[in-house]
């Protein structure tokens, strides 16, 4: 059974700095893609940043472009982001997500090609 736990939210002032975490079990991020999505209250979810693993590849929003940054520990099997320059829109509800064994293609910020999701960890940035 696969289970994702974020770590790392809280509440921070507009241009300081956040890393969240995403702890996994019974999935080997060295091998597989992985993603950090956010949800604002009334807004549909979107795609923050993606990463796959066996090549080496990232993909990010062009609203987190050059301010936010992910990465994995596969010692630690986590997988990070990095956010700098905050700013109060990445005020959100954050989570990250995993594909599916074998359906592991690209670095995507699309939630279809993700298969296992945590339960997320809420990001505030005030002005």
């Known amino acids: 059974q696969v289970n994702l736990v974020e770590s790392g939210g809280g509440s921070v002032q507009a241009g300081g700095s956040l890393r969240l975490s995403c702890a996994a079990s019974?999935?080997?991020?060295?091998?597989?893609?992985m993603g950090w999505f956010r949800q604002a209250p009334g807004k549909e979810r979107e795609g923050v940043a993606g990463?796959?693993?066996?090549?080496?590849?990232?993909k990010y929003a062009d609203s987190v472009k050059g301010r936010f940054t992910i990465s994995q520990d596969n010692a630690k099997n986590t997988l990070y982001l990095q956010m700098n320059s905050l700013k109060p829109d990445d005020t959100a509800m954050y989570y990250c997500?995993?594909?599916?064994?074998?359906?592991?293609?690209?670095?995507?910020?699309?939630?279809?090609?993700?298969?296992?999701w945590g339960q997320g960890t809420q990001v505030t940035v005030s002005s």
């Open positions: 997500a995993a594909a599916r064994a074998g359906y592991c293609y690209r670095a995507s910020t699309e939630s279809a090609d993700f298969g296992y």
């Open positions: 019974g999935y080997s991020y060295s091998r597989g893609c």
């Open positions: 990463i796959d693993s066996s090549r080496g590849w990232t």
